[in-house]
């Protein structure tokens, strides 16, 4: 191989690349999130699809939000994360763009655990 051939090759490996720069590997399958090189350094991970939307009927909005606009509910959503070089994903809940819960997938359990003990809670003390 001569010089010619190794600069092309390089060449063509930048144009078909297109990890940023801080990427160690290929995006994650699951991953929709598009990667730039100038990702802010707390922005260089990988992120899902929202895999829930939840519409908080019951939130409460602060007063000059209620004065200004129509009351419309806020929804949350739910997301999977992982930091680049992250050894597990985590789950996030995000409620109004700001991550609300960023859960470790053990705490995430413990957090389906307590729910469904809250639900069925509130479903019998529906019926009295
Ligand atoms: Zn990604």
Known sequence: MNMTDNCADRLREEVT??????????????CRAPHKDADHVD?????????????????????ED??????????????????????????????????TLNLAQQEAEELITALQAAVELARK????
């Not at 690349?17 to 699951?30: K, L, V």
């Open 66 to 99: 209620l004065i200004n606009a129509p009351f419309i509910p806020p929804v949350a959503f739910v997301q999977v994360t992982r930091d680049e070089g992250e050894a597990q994903a985590r789950v996030l809940v995000i409620k109004c763009d700001e991550a």
């Open 125 to 128: 003390a529906s019926l009295t």
């Open 17 to 30: 690349d297109s990890r940023a720069f801080w990427q160690s590997d290929e995006c994650r399958h699951w």
């Open 43 to 63: 922005d260089r991970g990988h992120d899902s699809d929202y895999v829930g939307t939840i519409t908080l009927r019951h939130e409460k909005l602060p007063m």
